[in-house]
């Protein structure tokens, strides 16, 4: 029997150009091209005293309109881990009842330099098809040789464009276990088959006439929602023995502590002097972990490598000091070495897998699972303090946004470790408060107040604020102030608290508004509803399908008076609103205090991932709260 590949492999063939594109558009209806088939063939090897994979990729995508041209640059990544072997591409041009191959003759290597990564090994070989028109096929075939299996990249069955047939297929000696997970797809939709034939065991996963996944604005990485398979070598048997790889936590603890006793230490009698002068005087241990903490955060500058095992090796706490520099492991490290040299013994060096993750210990212990490093300082048990280095602006007791609600990897010792969960923030710890007082000059609305911003806002706006000069940051300040309409000025503002990160950063401000105020005879009608976050926020139920990703979750509040003018009179107040849902909420009022109206509103958002189950009560609390920014107090001149 042929091939599930290989019959989809004729089946394509046998097929007219003309008739292949009538045959997909009637399929796939609406799509710029489609994936005939996308294939992985895995060969596990097991050379000298390692286990490596071989592995051949195989796409053919099929081009249904002139927009599919945007497909015609292609690109291949290979690295220390994952040697590029061979690389070849073409088109398939229409030509009558067949196809004309045009190969790819330009390659083009280079490394590929990620932002914010001031070294990576990891290459990207590119390249350009020719002749993309609606019926052309554009074919690629690449070999990599993985010198680790440990570091396999997963398979994702679907992709950016519907696929027709995608298929992986592992073929490992009997004296390899394999396993494997799938992430987001029904496991009836996917065939597995397994058999024996010879000395090898060949696995094989196939999937058909997948659609193209949604687009949709704000949501998670993909890898929260295409159909994949990550797959591992959980043991191998080398060189007569039976060698655990990647059968779980403690088979991946065991390679990441490897990592950490690579490291070539090196005395620093400076880093013990600089620790020594920082804790003097501290009355807590605490106070010792925070200080050292926001001096890494201070003076080491975060700036990342990635070549080879220097992707997982941190370098020597000495060495990070002197340099000044470190990437997420040197900064851990030098942070993990200062607590212990300041006499701190709960420090502990942290893996994390950030948001852009979807997985967790429990269900795939592999390097696919983090992509990040910390320190983490454990001053009771169970109680965690994790300390990321990383986040410049991050407050001490608060995990940097990016790994709230995920887990995180503690080695305990070199043959021990702790999965824990770090807490998502709640809500109340970060967020806006403005608190203004108005007055009116004629159609013009004049305002002083204080903004001030706490835990994870404060964090947003700190790296905004940072380092701007006199000509950018009032531009800066003006669009984080600017409410009403397009005629709003800053007259005067100071900043407070920029570096100090345990108090809230604070902007003191003065403005005017013109031509917001609407005056119609003896009636002056003013929305204290000057910003209106949230107003317009509606979801689309009926298009929308991803989750709609959040970085944080806050509490604003914002207090609001207006000086009645002499000779005016309040003629309409409007009444009290709100509605609280799961993911968004919100509470105004109005009140009459003196000569002043006082609107005190308060909106929280609630969420780091928003499912569309909760779409619905998303749009409930907008409509109202839309409602309720359109109310407006009504002044009306006194009687003579």
């Given at each position: ?96 009842e067949k196809f004309k191959t045009l190969r790819v003759s330009e390659f083009k290597d280079k490394f590929e330099m990620q932002a914010g990564v ?89 999937a058909n006439n997948l659609p193209s996944p949604p687009r949709d604005n704000d949501a998670p990485e993909a890898s929260y929602y295409l159909p ?332 609001t008076e207006l000086v009645v003018p002499a000779g005016y009179e309040v003629s309409y107040l409007p009444p009290s609103a709100q509605a609280q ?60």
């Amino acid at each position: 029997m042929l091939p599930v590949f290989l019959l989809f492999a004729l089946a394509a063939g046998a097929q007219a150009p003309s008739q292949l594109v009538v045959a997909m558009k009637k399929q796939y209806p609406g799509e710029k091209a489609v994936y005939l088939e996308m294939r992985q063939d895995l060969t596990v090897e097991i050379r000298n005293d390692s286990v490596q994979v071989l592995a051949r990729h195989h796409a053919d995508m099929l081009h249904l309109d002139e927009q599919s041209a945007t497909y015609a640059n292609d690109r291949v990544y290979s690295s220390h881990f994952n040697r590029l072997q061979k690389l070849e591409a073409r088109t398939l041009v229409p030509n009558g009842e067949k196809f004309k191959t045009l190969r790819v003759s330009e390659f083009k290597d280079k490394f590929e330099m990620q932002a914010g990564v001031f070294f990576d090994d990891t290459r990207s070989t590119s390249f350009s098809f020719p002749a993309i028109t609606p019926g052309a096929r554009t074919v690629t075939d690449y070999t990599v040789r993985h010198v680790d299996a440990r570091f396999v990249m997963p398979f994702f069955v679907g992709s950016y464009v519907p696929v027709r047939h995608a298929e992986l297929t592992i073929t490992a000696p009997k004296g390899v276990r394999i396993g494997y997970k799938i992430f987001h797809a029904d496991p009836a939709t996917i065939a597995y088959t397994k058999e024996e034939k010879g000395g090898q065991v060949i696995y094989r996963w196939t999937a058909n006439n997948l659609p193209s996944p949604p687009r949709d604005n704000d949501a998670p990485e993909a890898s929260y929602y295409l159909p994949h398979i990550v797959f591992f070598v959980q043991e191998a048997t080398v060189n007569g023995q039976p060698r655990k790889l990647l059968a779980g936590v403690p088979e991946l603890y065991t390679m990441y502590a490897d990592f950490v006793r690579r490291i070539d230490r090196q005395p620093s009698p400076g880093l013990q002097h600089r620790v020594d002068s920082l804790v003097a005087g501290a009355q807590t241990e605490e106070e010792k972990v925070r200080r050292v903490y926001y001096w890494v955060q201070d003076n080491i500058k975060y700036i990342a490598f990635e070549q080879g095992l220097r992707g997982f090796i941190p370098h020597d706490a000495g060495l990070v000091y002197a340099r000044r520099y470190g990437d997420c492991k040197d900064m851990a490290n030098l942070t993990n070495e200062m607590l212990h040299l300041a006499g701190v013994k709960n420090a502990y060096l942290t893996w994390v897998g950030t948001r852009d993750l979807p997985y967790k210990y429990a269900e795939l212990a592999t390097p696919g699972v983090d992509n990040h490093m910390i320190a983490t300082y454990e001053p009771t048990p169970g109680q965690y303090v994790f300390l990321d280095a990383t986040s410049k602006h991050t407050p001490y007791g608060m995990p940097s946004a990016m790994i709230q609600g995920k887990e995180g990897l503690l080695g305990l010792d070199p043959q021990s470790s702790r999965v824990v969960d770090i807490p998502a923030v709640d809500k109340a710890r970060s967020g806006r408060d403005d608190r203004s007082v108005l007055t009116l000059d004629g159609t013009v609305l004049r305002g002083t107040g204080k903004l001030s911003l706490a835990g994870y806002s404060k964090v947003d706006q700190s790296y905004g604020l940072d380092g701007l000069d006199r000509t950018d940051e009032p531009k800066y300040v003006k669009a984080l102030l600017e409410r009403g309409n397009n005629k709003f000025f800053v007259d005067h503002y100071s900043i407070a608290n920029l570096d100090v990160r345990d108090q809230p950063l604070s902007i003191s401000y003065d403005y005017r508004l013109q031509d917001y105020v609407q005056q119609v005879d003896d009636e002056v009608y003013v929305n204290l509803s000057l910003e209106r976050p949230y107003a317009t926020d509606r979801i689309d139920v009926a298009t929308r399908k991803l989750p709609r990703y959040n970085e944080f979750a806050h509490t604003d509040h914002t207090r609001t008076e207006l000086v009645v003018p002499a000779g005016y009179e309040v003629s309409y107040l409007p009444p009290s609103a709100q509605a609280q849902g799961e993911a968004l909420g919100f509470k105004v009022s109005y009140e009459r205090q003196g000569n002043k109206i006082i609107q005190d509103r308060e909106l929280y958002v609630n969420y780091l991932l928003l499912q569309p189950a909760q779409f619905g009560d998303w749009n409930s609390v907008v409509t109202k709260l839309g409602n309720a920014y359109r109310e407006v107090v009504i002044l009306k001149k006194k009687r003579a």
